[in-house]
Protein backbone atom coordinates (compact mmCIF):
# COMPACT_ATOMS: atom_id res chain seq x y z
CA UNK A 1 0.00 0.00 0.00
CA UNK A 2 1.42 3.82 -0.56
CA UNK A 3 1.72 5.77 1.95
CA UNK A 4 0.21 9.18 2.53
CA UNK A 5 3.75 10.67 1.89
CA UNK A 6 4.00 9.02 -1.45
CA UNK A 7 1.29 10.03 -2.51
CA UNK A 8 1.79 14.23 -1.65
CA UNK A 9 5.30 13.31 -2.90
CA UNK A 10 4.11 11.65 -6.20
CA UNK A 11 1.49 15.14 -6.65
CA UNK A 12 4.54 17.19 -5.81
CA UNK A 13 6.54 16.02 -8.62
CA UNK A 14 3.71 16.15 -10.91
CA UNK A 15 3.14 20.01 -10.09
CA UNK A 16 6.89 20.41 -10.59
CA UNK A 17 7.66 18.29 -13.52
CA UNK A 18 4.46 18.66 -15.49
CA UNK A 19 2.12 21.76 -14.16
CA UNK A 20 4.91 23.63 -13.80
CA UNK A 21 7.52 22.87 -15.97
CA UNK A 22 5.26 22.87 -18.62
CA UNK A 23 3.04 26.25 -17.49
CA UNK A 24 0.16 24.86 -17.23
CA UNK A 25 -0.90 27.01 -14.78
CA UNK A 26 1.29 30.62 -14.52
CA UNK A 27 0.56 30.82 -11.15
CA UNK A 28 1.49 27.52 -9.61
CA UNK A 29 5.09 27.63 -9.12
CA UNK A 30 4.95 30.64 -6.77
CA UNK A 31 2.81 28.29 -4.65
CA UNK A 32 5.23 25.39 -5.14
CA UNK A 33 8.18 27.79 -4.35
CA UNK A 34 7.06 28.83 -0.71
CA UNK A 35 5.66 25.39 0.22
CA UNK A 36 2.29 26.85 0.43
CA UNK A 37 0.25 24.33 -1.06
CA UNK A 38 -1.96 21.87 1.68
CA UNK A 39 -2.26 18.68 0.58
CA UNK A 40 -4.60 16.23 2.30
CA UNK A 41 -4.80 12.81 1.40
CA UNK A 42 -8.19 11.07 1.67
CA UNK A 43 -8.66 7.41 2.22
CA UNK A 44 -12.10 7.39 2.02
CA UNK A 45 -14.29 5.54 -0.98
CA UNK A 46 -17.94 7.01 -0.19
CA UNK A 47 -18.63 9.91 -1.51
CA UNK A 48 -19.54 11.41 1.75
CA UNK A 49 -16.32 11.12 3.26
CA UNK A 50 -14.70 12.60 0.79
CA UNK A 51 -16.97 15.83 1.21
CA UNK A 52 -16.56 15.52 4.22
CA UNK A 53 -12.73 16.05 3.94
CA UNK A 54 -13.52 18.40 1.37
CA UNK A 55 -15.71 20.76 4.22
CA UNK A 56 -12.68 20.75 6.61
CA UNK A 57 -9.89 21.40 4.01
CA UNK A 58 -12.34 24.12 2.99
CA UNK A 59 -12.34 25.38 6.85
CA UNK A 60 -8.25 24.71 6.92
CA UNK A 61 -8.43 27.35 4.40
CA UNK A 62 -10.63 29.37 6.24
CA UNK A 63 -7.79 29.53 9.25
CA UNK A 64 -4.90 29.58 7.06
CA UNK A 65 -5.25 33.70 5.00
CA UNK A 66 -1.64 32.99 4.18
CA UNK A 67 -2.68 29.77 2.14
CA UNK A 68 -3.78 30.24 -1.83
CA UNK A 69 -4.16 26.75 -2.99
CA UNK A 70 -5.26 23.28 -1.16
CA UNK A 71 -5.81 19.90 -3.08
CA UNK A 72 -7.97 17.06 -1.54
CA UNK A 73 -6.02 14.22 -3.09
CA UNK A 74 -8.52 10.82 -3.18
CA UNK A 75 -6.22 8.02 -3.40
CA UNK A 76 -8.95 4.87 -2.99
CA UNK A 77 -11.56 6.23 -4.77
CA UNK A 78 -13.31 7.48 -7.97
CA UNK A 79 -10.77 5.65 -10.10
CA UNK A 80 -13.41 5.45 -13.20
CA UNK A 81 -13.60 9.14 -14.71
CA UNK A 82 -17.47 9.29 -14.62
CA UNK A 83 -17.44 8.82 -10.78
CA UNK A 84 -14.82 10.92 -9.81
CA UNK A 85 -17.07 13.91 -12.72
CA UNK A 86 -19.90 12.52 -10.19
CA UNK A 87 -17.95 13.43 -7.24
CA UNK A 88 -16.96 16.95 -8.66
CA UNK A 89 -20.97 18.06 -8.90
CA UNK A 90 -21.49 17.08 -5.54
CA UNK A 91 -18.25 18.61 -4.44
CA UNK A 92 -19.26 22.09 -6.19
CA UNK A 93 -22.78 21.51 -4.74
CA UNK A 94 -21.12 21.24 -1.18
CA UNK A 95 -19.16 24.52 -1.82
CA UNK A 96 -22.62 26.68 -3.07
CA UNK A 97 -24.36 24.92 0.52
CA UNK A 98 -21.33 25.98 2.54
CA UNK A 99 -21.41 29.40 1.29
CA UNK A 100 -18.34 29.11 -0.13
CA UNK A 101 -19.11 30.47 -3.83
CA UNK A 102 -17.01 33.18 -4.52
CA UNK A 103 -14.37 32.41 -1.77
CA UNK A 104 -12.73 28.82 -3.13
CA UNK A 105 -13.21 28.00 -7.06
CA UNK A 106 -12.43 24.63 -7.90
CA UNK A 107 -10.75 22.72 -10.18
CA UNK A 108 -10.33 18.89 -11.24
CA UNK A 109 -7.81 16.34 -11.84
CA UNK A 110 -8.02 13.06 -12.76
CA UNK A 111 -5.66 9.95 -14.07
CA UNK A 112 -8.11 9.69 -16.91
CA UNK A 113 -9.07 13.18 -17.70
CA UNK A 114 -11.27 13.51 -20.72
CA UNK A 115 -12.25 16.63 -22.13
CA UNK A 116 -15.59 16.91 -23.15
CA UNK A 117 -15.52 15.86 -26.81
CA UNK A 118 -12.12 15.16 -26.93
CA UNK A 119 -10.63 11.57 -27.89
CA UNK A 120 -9.23 9.63 -25.03
CA UNK A 121 -5.43 9.92 -26.57
CA UNK A 122 -5.85 13.42 -27.14
CA UNK A 123 -2.58 14.63 -25.47
CA UNK A 124 -4.48 17.88 -24.43
CA UNK A 125 -5.84 15.92 -21.96
CA UNK A 126 -2.77 15.67 -20.11
CA UNK A 127 -3.31 19.19 -19.06
CA UNK A 128 -5.97 18.21 -16.61
CA UNK A 129 -4.15 14.54 -15.78
CA UNK A 130 -2.44 13.98 -12.40
CA UNK A 131 -1.36 11.32 -10.55
CA UNK A 132 -4.59 10.92 -8.50
CA UNK A 133 -8.04 12.03 -8.44
CA UNK A 134 -8.03 15.30 -6.81
CA UNK A 135 -9.61 18.27 -5.77
CA UNK A 136 -8.16 21.50 -5.88
CA UNK A 137 -9.38 24.59 -4.14
CA UNK A 138 -8.01 27.42 -5.23
CA UNK A 139 -9.05 31.24 -2.92
CA UNK A 140 -10.73 33.54 -5.68
CA UNK A 141 -9.55 36.60 -4.49
CA UNK A 142 -6.35 35.46 -5.10
CA UNK A 143 -7.22 34.30 -8.37
CA UNK A 144 -8.80 37.60 -8.83
CA UNK A 145 -5.27 39.35 -8.02
CA UNK A 146 -2.89 37.36 -10.10
CA UNK A 147 -5.20 37.71 -12.95
CA UNK A 148 -4.68 41.94 -12.80
CA UNK A 149 -1.05 41.15 -13.08
CA UNK A 150 -1.23 38.20 -16.09
CA UNK A 151 -1.88 39.65 -20.22
CA UNK A 152 -4.49 37.29 -21.94
CA UNK A 153 -4.94 34.94 -18.39
CA UNK A 154 -7.78 33.89 -20.71
CA UNK A 155 -5.87 32.49 -23.47
CA UNK A 156 -4.17 30.04 -20.57
CA UNK A 157 -6.47 26.85 -21.81
CA UNK A 158 -6.02 27.40 -25.35
CA UNK A 159 -2.03 27.99 -24.88
CA UNK A 160 -1.76 24.81 -22.59
CA UNK A 161 -3.44 23.10 -25.38
CA UNK A 162 -1.61 23.94 -27.83
CA UNK A 163 1.70 23.13 -25.68
CA UNK A 164 0.66 19.54 -24.81
CA UNK A 165 -0.48 18.59 -28.71
CA UNK A 166 3.20 20.35 -29.58
CA UNK A 167 4.77 18.22 -26.02
CA UNK A 168 3.07 15.16 -27.66
CA UNK A 169 0.92 12.15 -26.54
CA UNK A 170 3.70 9.68 -25.88
CA UNK A 171 5.80 12.76 -23.19
CA UNK A 172 3.11 13.45 -21.22
CA UNK A 173 1.62 9.62 -20.54
CA UNK A 174 5.61 9.53 -20.15
CA UNK A 175 6.10 12.46 -17.36
CA UNK A 176 2.33 11.45 -15.49
CA UNK A 177 3.72 7.75 -15.58
CA UNK A 178 7.15 9.11 -14.05
CA UNK A 179 5.36 11.53 -11.12
CA UNK A 180 3.74 8.07 -10.35
CA UNK A 181 6.31 6.27 -10.10
CA UNK A 182 5.97 3.70 -12.80
CA UNK A 183 8.73 1.84 -14.04
CA UNK A 184 8.27 2.23 -17.45
CA UNK A 185 8.49 5.72 -17.29
CA UNK A 186 11.99 5.93 -18.35
Known amino acids: MTSDQEIIDATRRWIETVVVKNDFCPFAGRELARDSIIYR????SEPEACLQAL????????????RETALLICADAFAGFDDYLDMVDLA???????G???IYQLASFHPDYRFAGADGDDAANYTNRSPYPMLHLLRESSIEQALQHYPAAEAIPDRNIETARRIGLAAMQQSLNACRGDRNAG
Do not use: I, K, W
Request: charged share 25%; glycine share 8%.
Open 41 to 44: VTRA
Open 55 to 66: GELCQQLDAAAE
Open 92 to 98: ERLLQLQ
Open 100 to 102: YEG
